[in-house]
């Protein structure tokens, strides 16, 4: 009885030990933040031809990209930024430099954007679907609000389709850097898609035809990813 008893007892503080340790790892890594990483591409430079061409992903990636990156990273180097996600800095934005918004809102808004496209034909998954016919009306209403945003953003910016917080689509549009995410913007919510307007993300190819750059957008879109952010936005 006396060895039974000392091991329930030793049991259950080796349990109390082993939460305890959850708890404090937990704690001290929220959402498993390990840095601000500078992402691979997952597809070829020349993978998305002849919609966007060689060249251009090439200087937009390694150039553009890279550089909001490298700036981002110097203008937070020894602060807290460092240890902070993205989507925390953008929820306070207002409070930080403008070298802070339209780096960090450079470097966030192409990781997004790599991601959502791919060379490979992806039909839109029927619940994401649904959930664009019920929040737009038809598919159609959507495109035709998403290219209008696009077409409409004067001078450079992003075209975006966003989760509100009630769980509703919304369509919008940002100046230069700026996103959905950041408390300066007017229509905020946690972008699912976006698009990038800004001449550097089509000039070599069509020049000052953006519209021809928004039709071709709809052939590249990668609606599997589109729907997994969707689905972690409504959690
Ligand atoms: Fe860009």
Do not use: C
């Not at 959402?31 to 430079?45: D, I, S, V």
Request: aromatic share 14%.
């Amino acid at each position: 009885m006396k060895l039974k008893g000392y091991l329930k007892k030793s049991f259950g503080t080796a349990m109390i030990i082993f939460f305890a340790s959850t708890l404090v790892i937990t704690a001290s890594n929220p959402g498993n933040f390990e840095g601000h990483k500078f992402p691979e591409l997952k597809y070829a430079y020349n993978a998305l031809e002849p919609y966007i061409d060689a060249q251009t992903m090439e200087i937009h990636y390694t150039k553009h990209h890279k550089a909001y990156y490298t700036n981002f990273m110097t203008a937070a180097e020894g602060t807290d930024l460092l240890k902070t996600p993205l989507e925390q800095i953008f929820a306070n934005i207002s409070k930080q430099s403008a070298t802070i918004r339209n780096n960090g809102g450079g470097f966030y808004n192409h990781n997004l954007f790599w991601e959502n496209l791919t060379p490979t034909k992806i039909e839109i998954p029927a619940s994401l679907k649904s959930a664009i016919e019920k929040d737009f009306g038809s598919f159609d209403a959507f495109k035709e609000l998403f290219t209008k945003a696009a077409m409409t953003r004067f001078g450079s910016g992003w075209a975006w389709l966003s989760v509100d917080k009630n769980g509703k689509l919304f369509v919008s549009s940002t100046a230069n850097q700026d996103n959905p995410l950041m408390d300066v913007v007017e229509e905020r919510g946690t972008p699912v898609l976006g698009l990038d307007v800004w001449e550097h993300a089509y000039y070599l190819k069509y020049q000052n035809k953006r519209a021809d750059y928004v039709t071709i957008f709809w052939n590249i879109i990668d609606w599997n990813v589109v729907n997994d952010r969707y689905k972690a936005a409504k959690k």
